[in-house]
């Protein structure tokens, strides 16, 4: 069976986010008064496997192994069955 997979990567809190203090100073350059701005990367994929869980822990490796470094970031995992 396919699934699809997600994962979103974000920074750990209290880890410095240049990417976000740049576009909250230029939001406020423009009169926009937002706090708090984060960033998250996404990534999508399709993945064969026999079992969610399994699928799910096999996406978890990948993070850990290549798609994170899990000392500065956090992530979520969402597995869902693809659609035909």
């Known amino acids: 069976m ?7 990567i ?4 209290g880890m410095l ?9 230029a939001l406020a350059l ?12 996404i990534i999508k ?4 496997g026999t079992d969610k869980g399994i699928v799910k822990e096999e ?7 290549l798609l994170c470094n899990p000392v500065i ?3 979520n995992i969402t597995i869902s069955p693809k659609e035909e």
Request: charged residues 35%; negative net charge; contains cysteine.
């Open 10 to 13: 974000s920074l750990k809190k």
């Open 17 to 25: 986010n240049p990417e976000a203090a740049t576009i909250q100073r």
């Open 59 to 65: 996406v978890d490796e990948m993070c850990q192994r």
């Open 45 to 48: 994929f399709s993945i064969e």
């Open 73 to 75: 970031h956090d992530y």
């Open 30 to 41: 423009l009169d926009y008064k937002v706090e708090n701005t984060a960033t998250v990367d």
């Open 2 to 8: 396919k699934y699809d997979a997600e994962v979103k």
